[in-house]
């Protein structure tokens, strides 16, 4: 009956009634729970596995690095080892904490034996806020020199290894999988002593990373066992990545070695340099100004870094501002070149004008910054002005005509004024004359002796260079100092 009753139900064209949608909902919300759990917990799944597997990679490399130590080493700093009580290290998105703690094990007899270490190793690896996975093993390192047996090397049976004509001469700029060249192809030709065979040859950046192609293989070939070896066409990648698809090759000078390993268990190798340069480097950050004379400033800057190397070159531009408001032309160099090597250089400018400065680090195959992005220096400097100066006599009198250069800029009315610095050494200007004139004249008597003079000029400019700068302030500049005064016109002395 029941049954029947759904059936016409179902059959009716009225639709679904409130109890069948409430019913509906139930089960779809059931349904739905269900599924969301299992996208979670698959998601917690793969997160913990490859945080295990970083941690596993880490003990591993712990492991290898402690066994190749001198065994004497093998101890806490504390000690007077070289294990730090604590290590911290970041892959990727993890971060890695190691504790060792080295103790002398026991043998059957309860003796200790000198000639093994027991690495007790405290791991923890933590990704972000998440809960952090901890771990404890142990491992005994043992003292080579007591448990290997140790090949003897010799200039008559040890192998041979060199770079091949195919691998680009020492210094070469690359980057990506190039160089400028051509594809960027390392080779290297081993050769084994007499009664030996070539086991392995290795490629390694740093003795850090074994170099990768663009495929992804290993430059590492091993189980060789020939007299002579020469590695297959093998293309680097510069931008190649870890296991985590982190770029592991900085942008610098990079040391690429050539390991080979022969059957006695004898290595040797070879190394050559290469500039890394696969990105611009970052733009400065610090820079000052000096204004030497009315028509030099030396411009200075901080280093920068492109990536492990110094930046190859800069540019650096200066910009003067004109007689109308807040127009400015240029550029103007440093060096007189935009490609400037060095960490300062030269400005060419005009007597008592208003400049602002520029610039970039660019790398060796001139990467920069995008054309919008540059470093400013924090606000514009203002050249010296120069100073000239006349000489007549009347009776026993003297008349000094001082004339300084005027501001080539726009400046707040009423903000120029003048002091003028004179004195009977060029050392010693210690009289001063407040509010001077410009032109201004010093009448004095002759028996005063041999005057020096320098004008010092303070005013306001104006102008941001639209919003560059920051609102100006009172500047003040002095100009070359001119004397003996016995002499017209009167001679330069010095800045």
């Not at 260079?465 to 002499?487: D, M, Q, Y």
């Amino acid at each position: 009956m029941f049954r029947r009753s759904v059936i016409r139900r179902l059959a009716a064209e009225d639709g679904l009634g409130m109890l069948e949608i409430v019913v509906s909902a139930v089960i779809f919300f059931f349904v739905l729970t269900a599924v969301l759990g299992l996208l979670g917990t698959t998601t917690q799944m793969s997160l913990s596995a490859k945080q295990r597997a970083v941690m596993t990679n880490a003990i591993n490399a712990y492991v290898e690095r402690v066994s190749a130590m001198p065994f004497s080493q093998v101890k806490l700093v504390s000690e007077g080892g070289a294990l730090p009580a604590e290590e911290t290290q970041t892959v990727g998105e993890y971060r890695i904490v190691i504790r060792p703690t080295i103790s002398i094990p026991t043998t059957l007899t309860s003796a200790t034996n000198p000639n093994l270490k027991r690495l007790r190793i405290s791991i923890t690896v933590t990704r972000g806020t998440a809960n952090p996975m901890s771990y404890t093993t142990e491992v005994l390192i043992r003292d080579r020199n007591q448990f290997l047996t140790q090949a003897v090397s010799s200039p008559q049976t040890d192998p041979t290894i060199a770079f091949t004509n195919t691998t680009p001469p020492e210094g070469t700029v690359v980057w990506g999988s190039q160089h400028a060249g051509g594809a960027l192809t390392l080779g290297a030709v081993a050769e084994a002593g007499s009664g030996r065979t070539i086991s392995s040859v290795i490629l390694w950046c740093d003795d850090q990373y074994i170099l990768k192609d663009t495929m992804d293989n290993l430059g590492s070939w091993t189980n060789i066992d020939q007299q002579s070896f020469t590695t297959p066409t093998f293309i680097w990648n510069t931008l190649q990545t870890d296991e985590l698809s982190q770029q592991v090759i900085a942008d610098g000078y990079r040391t690429i070695s050539a390991y080979v390993l022969d059957s006695g268990g004898i290595s040797k190798y070879t190394v050559r340099h290469f500039l890394v340069d696969n990105y611009a480097p970052p733009l400065p950050t610090t820079s000052t100004v000096q204004a030497v004379t009315s028509t030099q400033t030396v411009v200075s800057w901080g280093q920068v870094m492109d990536g492990t190397t110094p930046a190859d070159h800069y540019r650096v531009e200066c910009y003067v501002q004109t007689a109308t408001a807040d127009v400015w032309t240029g550029p103007t160099f440093v060096g007189g070149t935009y490609l400037y090597q060095g960490l300062s250089g030269p400005v060419v400018t005009a007597p008592f004008s208003r400049y602002y400065m520029r610039m970039q680090a660019h790398s060796a195959r001139n990467l920069q910054p995008p054309s919008t992005s540059w470093y400013y220096h924090p606000q514009a400097w203002v050249s010296r002005p120069e100073l000239s100066a006349t000489m007549s006599t009347s009776g026993s009198n003297r008349s000094v005509v001082l004339t300084c250069s005027t501001p080539r800029f726009p400046y707040v009315a009423g903000s120029l004024t003048y002091r003028i610095r004179y004195g009977t050494s060029p050392t010693a200007l210690t009289n001063v004359i407040a509010g001077a004139t410009n032109p201004y004249t010093h009448t004095y008597k002759k028996t005063d002796g041999d005057y020096y003079y320098q004008f010092e000029v303070t005013v306001t400019p104006t102008g941001t260079a639209g919003g560059i700068l920051p609102t100006p302030t009172p500047v003040t500049v002095r100009s070359n100092i001119v004397g003996p005064n016995n002499i017209s016109p009167l001679p330069v002395y010095g800045w």
